[in-house]
């Protein structure tokens, strides 16, 4: 099988090694200096050091040759590179008598749009009306997928050539691929995860002990399971891979970037420093933002995800947003979730 990864972050890079045990992937990055440190030293030292690229493995900062006779395409930018991305795409897909049609995509970016608030499958659909794609989601670090540790993941897609191809593709070796129907439950629990992580990072770096982080995994399940069922998820996705698995990950490791940014906000670092320092995309920041606004429009209660708002973004301290959050009423655990979501 032919694989395009477009985005050699340290995501995109470990994904893309993982494929190339069983087939031929190309790796394209935009910047050419990294695709010439890539080929020459057979590795990617700047986002994924220390992890020899297998020789099946290409890499090339040209996107059509990236592309070319590829079966499955992975877009692996941030999330605020998946618009301008799918756009280029469908640029190059010319279908008809002698064209070249593209092969599905695959996206991994989790969030939402900062713009517009809308989510990865929304924004597809904007860019390129009618493409075949999916949400590949799920609890993974990149250092242990590169590594060939093991991994579960969530394919989401309507189409069923789309996971097919996916499963092809990545469900071998280490790693098993579930698939799932439900797009939206899928996006939003993989982007909802990272503004809990902050949470739990707060929490942690302020030492508030194993039974406040335990409070605010249970709670910002049920955040995300309100917001999520609001927009046509299904309840029962937020209980797998790309609910709780990815929710549990994301604020317990320690190789979580968005935990690391509550952490380094606890400690009384500006989020400014934070950002500017970490080297990589922390997208918990951005969606926090995007989610806030979403939730206050679709009248969902969403107490954490406002507590991390106003201290990325309101000046509000640490310690002032967490009495803020002991401040409010009691009321019935489940007040707000579906039927079937209470069951």
């Not at 320092?277 to 989610?291: M, N």
């Not at 939730?295 to 201290?311: C, F, N, Y």
């Amino acid at each position: 099988m032919n694989i395009a990864v477009l985005g050699a972050g340290a995501w995109g890079t470990a994904l893309a090694c993982h494929a190339a045990q069983r087939h031929s992937v190309r790796l394209w990055a935009r910047d050419a200096a990294l695709v010439q440190a890539i080929c020459t030293t057979r590795s990617n030292e700047r986002y994924l050091p220390g992890v020899s690229l297998p020789p099946s493995l290409e890499a090339t900062a040209v996107l059509s040759q990236a592309v070319a006779a590829a079966e499955l395409i992975v877009i692996a930018t941030p999330m605020s590179g998946l618009r301008p991305m799918v756009q280029a795409l469908a640029a190059q897909s010319v279908p008809g008598e002698g064209g070249q049609e593209l092969a599905p995509l695959i996206w991994l970016c989790k969030g939402l749009e900062a713009d517009t608030g809308l989510l990865p499958h929304q924004v597809v659909e904007q860019a390129w009306p009618g493409v075949k794609a999916g949400a590949l989601s799920g609890p993974s670090f990149a250092q242990e997928v590169a590594a060939g540790l093991p991994v579960a993941l969530t394919v989401a897609a309507s189409d069923d050539r789309v996971g097919q191809g996916c499963v092809e593709a990545f469900h071998h070796h280490a790693a098993r691929i579930y698939r799932s129907t439900d797009v939206v439950g899928v996006e939003v629990g993989g982007a909802l995860k990272n503004i809990m992580a902050i949470a739990t990072g707060l929490s942690d770096g302020m030492k508030l002990g194993l039974n406040a982080r335990a409070a605010l995994l249970t709670r910002g399940l049920a955040e995300i399971v309100r917001y999520g069922t609001a927009l046509g998820a299904r309840p029962e996705t937020f209980m797998g891979l790309a609910g709780v698995g990815d929710l549990v990950l994301t604020c317990t490791g320690d190789l979580s970037r968005n935990r690391t940014v509550g952490l380094r906000l606890a400690g009384g670092e500006s989020l400014g420093q934070i950002v500017a320092s970490l080297g990589h995309v922390a997208e918990g920041v951005a969606c926090c933002r995007a989610v806030r606004d979403s939730a206050r429009q679709l009248g969902v209660e969403m107490p954490i995800t406002d507590a991390v708002g106003s201290v990325l973004f309101d000046s509000v301290g640490p310690r002032e947003a967490l009495v803020a959050l002991l401040a409010r009423e009691p009321r019935e655990e489940y007040r707000g979730l579906p039927p079937e979501a209470e069951a």
